[in-house]
């Protein structure tokens, strides 16, 4: 009798903690439909058109051979690489100097030239072709310095390369910083103490600490510039590369089997990428132990005013860059007519019905923050802080890293070739502002997702264990514990996707109609309309657009700690 009486004693706990775990997998299989249908839908839908001919008809690998035999498009696949591997060559030695500078000097204004360094990262990459086209294009206030150093003209490979680093250098730089900042200042004080050199101390710890930040930053570097759109298109003139060759063979000559061969080209250097970099994480070792002591660099007059030389030029460079944008925007008639005017701010606001398009990208990112933000941190949350079903776990978490391996201009048209299907339930989605912002939230889950599970992994399991033994459900203690304290990694999250958002044209160029244009797309058709000022004038205010967030956000973040971290006080 006392066992029986147990028994039905215990049946409602089961019930209770059963019915609660199937609501957790119920919201997994959501989030896994969801990146199903919007990633996975979108990436089987090139390699099926990859085999198959305009009729849709199986050919094999005929295409892939068709596109060997095709002089042209693998001179495009030289041209990506080589450029690609020159950016890589120039931004990590700049990159590392200015991490290096600073992490490791006393030099002044640290705050000020970092903030600096992250300017490129508010406006579009195709700023940078604009601006170096009014620096050293044909009636470029430079032009004569290129032919000093043997270039005949900005336009094609040099305009790329010089674009291309100004655009990827802040996402080298944090990865570097990160990785010098990792220091144990106990190396350094028993080198110190054997008479070890700068230079010997420089390359026995220094480099190998950072080697791996090094690879890591390669590979994005590397990744990013193979696969960018917006600054081949403004600058690269007659000078083809893959990301181009797809626009053209899609749009321009509607060739999808070959223009999906092409984006799986385009999709193995990132995936190849990931997979090192995996593999680099994995052989990572921990830089500092329990009993590790932070560095902290020495007070050196002569190497500090050095560094802060450096910095000082390397800011300047980029300041020049914006600097340049911003003049030409507001130049009356370039060059014959430098008087400040609002005509390129009108032209393209009102004239071009660019305002529309400004406003379409406001609702996008808008949207792309509140809905990324959300589904992002809900999946982390029940990958990480939910117990049961390994396998569905398993595919969510896959699915969760899979878009950092998948280039934004691959996923774009992954999207026309899946939801302009014939029979395509979600078909009606086709040509809405709405697939734009899935496909954003898409192209950026990732980075998001690994915030989300950062901040969750700081969160001791004890809270889990406690409510489960308290039979309080997982989503109250998600809504009382958990939500307060990743409070501010919510609003990071939100930040970047909003930022990215604003700024992207590859991972959209494919999806926009007349009515869902967004203001990058309309820059792009202003500048192939030879409106070039107000292209610039354009870019300038999705930049000022991507401050005025970033403080917002900010101010957000100062207002989230006041009232959900006061616990760290």
């Known amino acids: 009798m006392t066992a029986v009486a147990a028994a039905l004693a215990s049946a409602p706990v089961r019930l209770k903690i059963h019915w609660t775990e199937r609501l957790a997998h119920a919201g997994m299989v959501i989030v896994a439909l969801a990146l199903l249908a919007f990633l996975a839908g979108p990436l089987g839908a090139i390699l099926l058109k990859a085999i198959e001919d305009n009729q849709g008809q199986y050919v094999g690998l005929a295409n892939f051979i068709a596109y060997a035999q095709t002089p042209a498009l693998l001179d495009s696949l030289w041209n990506s690489l080589w450029v690609s591997g020159l950016v890589c ?5 700049t990159a590392f100097g200015f991490a290096y500078a600073l992490t490791r000097s006393r030099m002044r204004l640290k705050a000020l030239v970092r903030t600096i360094t992250l300017v490129p990262l508010l406006a579009p990459s195709l700023l940078a072709a604009i601006s170096l086209i009014y620096w050293f294009g044909n009636q470029g206030v430079l032009k004569h310095w290129l032919a000093a150093v043997g270039i005949d003209q900005i336009y094609g490979a040099p305009g790329i390369v010089l674009a291309e680093t100004f655009a990827v250098f802040p996402h080298a730089l944090m990865i570097l910083i ?42 994005v570097t590397f990744t990013l510039v193979i696969t960018d759109f917006g600054i081949p298109k403004v600058i690269g003139g007659n000078f083809n590369v893959l990301a181009t060759d797809v626009f053209k063979l899609v749009i321009g000559q509607q060739d999808f089997p070959k223009g999906a061969v092409v984006a799986l080209l385009l999709l193995a250097p990132a995936v190849l990428t990931f997979a090192v970099d995996h593999w680099v994480s994995r052989k990572q070792t921990a830089m500092l132990s329990a009993r590790a002591v932070p560095y902290r660099p020495k007070r050196a007059p002569l190497f500090d005013g050095l560094m802060s030389l450096y910095c000082a030029t390397v800011c300047a460079l980029i300041l020049a860059m914006l600097g340049m944008a911003l003049f030409a925007s507001f130049a009356s008639f370039w060059p014959y007519d430098l008087k400040p005017s609002w005509r390129h701010y009108t032209m393209g606001l009102v004239d071009a019905e660019v305002g529309e398009a400004f406003v379409n990208s406001l609702v996008m990112s808008a949207g792309t923050a509140l809905v990324g933000t959300l589904l992002v ?21 896959l699915f969760s890293l899979l878009p950092m391996a998948v280039p934004g201009l691959v996923l774009g048209l992954g999207y026309i070739f899946f939801f302009n299907a014939p029979g395509n339930p979600l078909g009606g989605l086709y040509h809405t502002l709405t697939l734009l912002t899935i496909c954003t939230i898409v192209h950026f889950y990732t980075t998001g ?47 970047y996707f909003f930022i990215n958002a604003m700024t992207t044209i590859s991972a959209v160029v494919f999806l926009y109609s007349p009515e869902t244009k967004v203001a990058s797309i309309a820059i792009l058709n202003l500048d192939e309309a030879g409106e070039i000022g107000a292209a610039a004038a354009m870019a300038i205010l999705i930049a000022a657009a991507n401050t005025v967030a970033t403080l917002l956000f900010m101010a957000l973040g100062w207002w989230v700690d006041r009232r959900t971290q006061a616990w760290k006080g």
């Open 377 to 397: 941190f809900a999946g982390a949350y029940l990958l990480e802080k939910t117990q049961g079903a390994r396998p569905l776990r398993s595919v969510v978490r």
């Open 449 to 495: 997702h690994l915030t989300a599970v950062t901040a969750l992994k700081a969160l001791d399991p004890e809270f889990e264990s406690v409510s489960a033994s308290l039979k309080v459900p997982f989503f109250k203690t998600f809504w009382r514990v958990t939500l307060p304290i990743c409070t501010p990694a919510l609003v990071d999250i939100a930040r």
């Open 178 to 219: 990160t990785a010098l900042a990792a220091a144990d200042a106990r190396l350094y004080e028993a080198a110190d103490a054997l008479g070890t050199t700068a230079r010997r101390k420089f390359f026995t710890i220094t480099l190998p600490g950072a080697k791996y930040g090094l690879i890591s930053a390669a590979l």
């Open 89 to 93: 060559i120039i931004v990590l030695p």
